[in-house]
């Protein structure tokens, strides 16, 4: 059963914010993989075409049809209208789409080999930036002026996020059930920054961290112990 939070903050919108983000984390950590609470994400779907198109090309379609239809790749998803300022991304997704037969989206795929070095591009933004941006949305969401109902879908559409991208990369079900317990930790159950070493750093860490820095512990707790396998990892119960 997810648990459910009593964090508290001085700003009452803050604090039920802040309480929403956790209990929904839990609850999704509980139940993705499940029906309902799919447990991809932009970088896994875009890793599994590119492995497709690589060692698979012949019988390819039908995976690439199924990935490339996934919502999170569809023209007007959060993620994608943000990359489409540095990007043609998603005009070239929709170009695929657009073609009807198989043979033809071979020949698309064939005859246009730039879209197959932009993928692999938009792999290496997902790698470097994903994780960390859906995190510092929420964060932002969570310390605005903002009532819940005005960010609410956007929490939830990061959160799903944030939590797929932990379990495809070795962490377990288990391991999400404690982010919460360490993150408001004052003590070493706190993830720390890695370039924090000694027990003075620490203390002073924590006696002055700021809001952000609590939550940006997610973050350390993904890099400390991170088993990365996007496209075969599954994840423990």
């Not at 309480?19 to 609850?27: E, G, H, P, T, V």
């Not at 989206?105 to 591009?121: D, G, N, V, Y």
Request: proline share 4%; with cysteine; net charge positive.
């Amino acid at each position: 059963m997810s648990k459910i939070h009593r964090i508290t903050h001085p700003n009452p919108g803050v604090a039920k914010k802040v309480n929403f983000f956790a209990d929904y984390f839990d609850y999704v950590s509980g139940k993705i993989g499940q029906e309902g609470f799919d447990i991809e994400n932009h970088l896994s779907l875009v890793e599994k075409i590119l492995w497709q198109i690589d060692t698979n090309f012949d019988n390819a379609i039908p995976y690439l049809d199924n990935y490339f239809n996934h919502p999170y790749l569809e023209e007007q998803d959060i993620l994608l209208i943000e990359f489409r300022r540095n990007t043609s991304i998603p005009g070239d997704l929709h170009k695929y789409k657009q073609i009807k037969k198989a043979e033809g989206k071979k020949s698309w795929l064939r005859a246009t080999p730039e879209f197959i070095e932009k993928l692999r591009s938009f792999r290496k933004s997902l790698r470097n930036r994903m994780l960390k941006q859906g995190l510092l949305e929420v964060i932002s969401f969570l310390r605005c002026k903002h009532e819940l109902p005005e960010h609410k879908d956007a929490i939830q559409y990061w959160t799903n996020i944030i939590i797929s991208e932990f379990l495809l990369n070795g962490h377990s079900k288990k391991d999400l059930s404690q982010v919460f317990d360490k993150i408001m930790a004052r003590n070493d159950e706190f993830p720390y920054p890695k370039n924090l070493q000694t027990h003075e750093e620490k203390a002073s860490f924590l006696h002055n961290r700021t809001f952000d820095q609590q939550f940006e512990g997610i973050l350390n707790l993904f890099s400390a112990e991170q088993k990365k396998n996007h496209l075969f990892s599954g994840f423990l119960g």
